[in-house]
């Protein structure tokens, strides 16, 4: 057993990402390789034993929330693995910080949609702000302060593969649930197909999601997509606004 069976210890706190986000990058979960054994996943901050020693190669994947479902722990298909060495010694502690960027090879069909330049989302029932307390980040809102619901879609249309991985990231926070969800235009019969895909709750704090759609693209098959958000007032309430930031496509 390599070090007699005494370990040394890896510690990784939090991860940074090359992608813009609001706030959280989502992502929750290391899953760790030393020297080809897999160690498992470990939810951040983490501190886990290794029974490897001399020089010890690491390949760290990114783990999120699938769909933002935290029973639902799974590696990001689209960021490429955070790799380093370390000669190690045991019962020492090491101390690493992932860093992940998407692989070679993925496509975005459009531009990040981050509102700092206006947006491909319907400008009246989507505005858009600048937060001055946060860097003077610009973001998306729809209220529903006069309406029982809002929603708010692309106004380009997008092809999508329908026998590859397809996720949609973006960053909220909310005062009202809402739904997010894509268009299928079939270009044939000129029909079009509404599908709302998850139904998001209120939170007061950024979070990003990664929603993924494979399953949902694979069954529509359409000639071309569009995105939209629609926020609900609740019965009985006054309404509030849903925030939005950071909206991309991403597939291979």
């Not at 290794?50 to 390949?59: A, D, K, M, Y």
């Not at 973001?139 to 106004?155: F, H, K, M, R």
């Not at 590859?164 to 809402?178: A, G, N």
């Not at 019969?189 to 998850?198: N, W």
């Amino acid at each position: 057993m390599p070090n007699g069976g005494v370990p040394f210890y890896m510690r990784m706190d939090s991860a940074t990402t090359t992608s813009a986000s609001a706030g959280d990058n989502g992502i929750k979960d290391v899953w760790v390789e030393a020297n080809s054994t897999n160690l498992g996943a470990y939810e951040m901050p983490c501190n886990y034993p290794v029974l490897e020693q001399n020089t010890v190669r690491f390949v760290v994947n990114a783990g999120i929330y699938e769909s933002g479902q935290s029973g639902v722990r799974v590696i990001y298909p689209f960021y490429q693995p955070d790799t380093f060495s370390i000669t190690a010694t045991p019962t020492n502690q090491y101390v690493h910080h992932p860093v992940f960027k998407y692989k070679t090879g993925v496509s975005f069909p459009f531009t990040l949609q981050d509102f700092s330049f206006g947006s491909e989302f319907d400008a009246t029932k989507m505005s858009r702000v600048r937060d001055t307390l946060n860097n003077n980040n610009w973001y998306g809102v729809i209220s529903t302060l006069t309406d029982s619901s809002q929603e708010a879609a692309q106004s380009t249309t997008y092809a999508l593969p329908f026998d590859r991985d397809v996720w949609l990231e973006f960053d909220y926070k909310s005062e009202v649930p809402f739904f997010v969800g894509f268009y299928g235009n079939y270009l044939s019969g000129a029909s079009v197909v509404r599908y709302p895909v998850l139904f998001l709750t209120p939170r007061d704090t950024w979070i990003k999601i990664y929603l993924k759609l494979t399953d949902q693209i694979n069954s529509v098959r359409a000639d071309q997509y569009n995105l939209f958000f629609e926020a609900l007032r609740p019965y009985g309430s006054t309404g509030g606004s849903v925030c939005i930031d950071n909206v991309k496509l991403v597939h291979y």
